[in-house]
């Protein structure tokens, strides 16, 4: 039943269609928007990094991209996008995992999923323009206009200052805004389902919805000094301290709740930032356990039959549209997570606060 309420696949199909006046807010207001038009609750709002809305003032969307947004919202999408059913299987922080509503045997819900085609198309249009200002000069690419000079054009970048720069961060935010608003639909989805099957006991709180592969401007101290720096976490995610003024208050003794997907056969985990301040990563920790074979590599090496049955024998329900997406998926394709979470705690970058072990798992 869930398998058939959640749209997942490369498709759009599925998807809330909108039209130009709700696609706008969508790109302007995030989760807001969403909440707005039902796809999402009010409540929800409090426990949405920056409140599930970034600033977004011209939306320099392109025409295509808006296209490619107006029929994906509430979907799943494909690759390492999921939505995993869990049982917390250990708690090994009580104080931080009350504070997020955890407790032992407790069934939980996790997603992983973004701004879909529009985001992917917002970073293709820009970073083609960026590109432009970069020629060739000998062995290196120059954009004279900025004094940059790389080896490899695919480095290119802009000043965040430049004309090019502030309209990327600004497609950008608008882009992270229709993944806020993508989330919540896909957790209000969630939330039908679990009414209609459990009554008063389906319903859900968000523990938090934080995201990774975004640039955002923060003050942080470098070299004892504060200062306003643009960090772009890529294949990472945020880790606030308990004392940052954006935090809800149920998480100021605790810190952020910090979410890292391991993979469909073994555990995720919720870790906690700082009790205060921050870390010595920009306040940034890992968002996943990270893969240890390329999507190639588990094609040719993981049978998705094989994989299916053995997840089942496991307890693990799967559903996925696609086999080849399954074996990119395996749980050998990944790090051991346990071991990333060990390591991030050492570091000192977040806490482990408690254990997820998957049920079932819809992939795209």
Known sequence: MLAKQIPAG????????????????????GAAGAVEMGWGESRDLQVIESHGTLESEERGVGERAVKRGMKALGTLGSGNHFLELQVVDRVVDPI?????????GQITAMIHTGSRGLGHQVCSEHVAAIESKYNRSGDDWVASEWGYRLKDRQLAAAPIFSREGEAYLDAMRAAGNYA?????????????VLREHLGPDGDLEVVY???????????????GKTCKCCVHRKGATRALGGDHPELASRFSSVG???LVPGDMGTASWVLAGPTKGGNDAFASSCHGAGRQLSRT????SVDATELMNRLEQQGV???????????EEAPEAYKDVDDVVRLTDRAGLARPVARLRPLAVIKG
């Open 180 to 192: 806020f608003a993508n989330r919540s639909a896909l957790t209000q989805r969630l939330r039908g």
């Open 297 to 300: 590599a588990a094609r040719k």
């Open 209 to 223: 919805d934080v995201s990774h592969n975004i640039a955002k401007v923060e003050d942080h101290v470098v070299h």
């Open 256 to 258: 952020q709740p910090v």
């Open 317 to 327: 329900h799967v559903r996925a549209k696609t086999p080849n997406v399954l074996s």
């Open 10 to 29: 490369a498709s759009s199909k599925g998807g809330v269609g909108l039209n130009d006046t709700k696609m706008d807010s969508i790109l302007g207001s």
């Open 96 to 104: 931080a995992a009350s504070a997020y509503g955890l407790r032992e």
